[in-house]
């Protein structure tokens, strides 16, 4: 999943100015769209929804802190309380976020729950309307009702239900849960975006959100060991190429290309999610389905162009 500003202009500690920013762009595509692949194998693999949305920001977190620790320790060193609270507000957030969507993918189709949860953009939209009284504009809106229109008719094709031990509703529910936690945390963490780099933003973030999923295992008594070892191979890849090769690339190429290009990251991860699904889960996608999802990441373009050509 998308989880970072993509046109934050900031910098990444693996930039190679050699690297063409459009190859980037490219590469997080794929990075990220592998994510929902890799989380339904360590599913069948035995591994707790929970444990794994817990292990990826644990690992991703700990793959980052001996960098982040070298190059900016100056930027921790100064972290005030208060940066340390909307910090662990973030978390929270984060952490919900990636627990409810990787939960999703237990009963929903890979489609429906992607494209669900990049719909953030239209709650951002409208917390930013009501609270922060930024105007909606034409196209805004407009994108806001194509959305809607594409996400309930995604809902209304998987009434119907489908393979046995699924509950396509109650995933579709959790993957919009998914898209609704990231509100709050884009809006609370953009006061730390604006005063830390990149790598001490997203390590402080991602660390946050892996402590409060842990503490959710803990808490709800969610075991981390699988009978496969071959799962702990995938949770691993979910930390490694999603979330950090993904957005990497895509922090670090977005910034070099014009503001229209900012809302590639952003449609990109439901349409080559889709595609894995189908090639490597065989998954199939029913006609209303993907009319729903066309018309859910036009109105999440018309919404994202908006806002990155501010």
Not at 22 to 48: C, E, P
Not at 166 to 189: D, E, K, R, S
Request: charged share 10%; glycine share 8%.
């Amino acid at each position: 999943m998308i989880i970072a500003d993509v046109t934050t202009p900031t910098t990444t500690p693996l930039e190679r100015p050699s690297l063409s920013p459009a190859l980037g762009i490219v590469i997080g595509v794929i990075a990220v769209s592998t994510a929902s692949i890799f989380i339904r194998f360590a599913q069948q693999a035995g591994v707790n929804s929970l444990a794994i949305a817990a292990l990826r920001l644990t690992i991703a977190a700990l793959v980052l802190l001996p960098f982040a620790l070298v190059r900016c320790g100056d930027e921790f060193r100064a972290l005030s309380k208060q940066d340390a609270l909307i910090a662990a507000a973030s978390g929270i957030f984060l952490g919900g976020h990636f627990a409810s969507w990787i939960l999703s993918l237990e009963f929903t189709s890979v489609v429906s729950s992607v494209v669900l949860v990049s719909l953030s953009p239209l709650f951002i939209a409208a917390a930013s309307a009501l609270f922060l009284k930024e105007p909606l504009t034409a196209r805004i809106i407009a994108g806001m009702i194509i959305a809607i229109v594409g996400g309930a008719l995604i809902g209304l094709s998987d009434s119907g239900g489908t393979a046995p031990g699924q509950n396509p509703m109650l995933g579709n529910a959790l993957a919009l849960v998914g898209a609704l936690c990231m509100t709050p945390y884009l809006i609370i963490a953009r006061a730390l975006r604006n005063k830390f780099s990149l790598l001490a933003y997203i390590t402080l973030v991602y660390s946050a959100a892996a402590l409060v999923l842990m503490i959710g295992v803990l808490l709800s008594d969610t075991s981390l060991a699988a009978a496969d070892p071959l799962a702990y191979l995938w949770v691993a890849l979910t930390a490694l190429m999603p979330q950090l090769i993904g957005h990497t690339s895509f922090n670090w190429s977005v910034r070099r290309l014009p503001a229209v290009y900012g809302t590639i990251p952003v449609l990109g991860e439901p349409v080559g999610s889709t595609i894995l699904a189908m090639l490597v889960l065989g998954e199939t996608v029913q006609p209303l389905t993907l009319i729903g999802a066309m018309l859910a990441l036009a109105g999440i373009a018309l919404m994202s162009l908006k806002r990155n050509s501010a």
